[in-house]
Nanobody, 121 residues
Framework: QVQLVESGGGLVQAGGSLRLSCAAS????????MGWFRQAPGKEREFVAR????????IYADSVKGRFTISRENAKNMVYLQMNRLKPDDPAVYYC??????????????WGQGTQVTVSS
């Protein structure tokens, strides 16, 4: 079993920054890729970013490329999402996930409870 707990969400002005954190426990964290997804009201959950098990390879959705950075600290069982230049399109509940592959939500086995990000204009 894997437990994932996100934190760091909140209200920020457009153009501002937030850093989301995800604490993982329950299995060998460092062996698995980690992903961030988001779901806005009335929309399907969508892929945001993914980092490989070793942290060297990252993938981003086009909508966040150049603004968001995913990273991980395997020694602390943590994964982060640094979000800069937040836009009105970014508000959503953000989820971290593991046990999956690539950008496909359906392949991720374990999910956190989510953290809300709100952007004011």
């Amino acid at each position: 079993q894997v437990q994932l707990v996100e934190s760091g969400g909140g209200l920020v002005q457009a153009g501002g920054s937030l850093r989301l954190s995800c604490a993982a426990s329950g299995r060998t964290f460092r062996s698995y890729p980690m992903g961030w997804f988001r779901q806005a009201p009335g929309k399907e959950r969508e892929f945001v970013a993914r980092v490989s098990s070793g942290g060297r390879t990252t993938i981003y959705a086009d909508s966040v490329k150049g603004r968001f950075t995913i990273s991980r600290e395997n020694a602390k069982n943590m994964v982060y999402l640094q979000m800069n230049r937040l836009k009105p399109d970014d508000p959503a509940v953000y989820y971290c996930a593991t046990g999956g592959a690539g950008t496909l939500e359906s392949t991720y086995e374990y999910w956190g409870q989510g953290t809300q990000v709100t952007v004011s204009s």
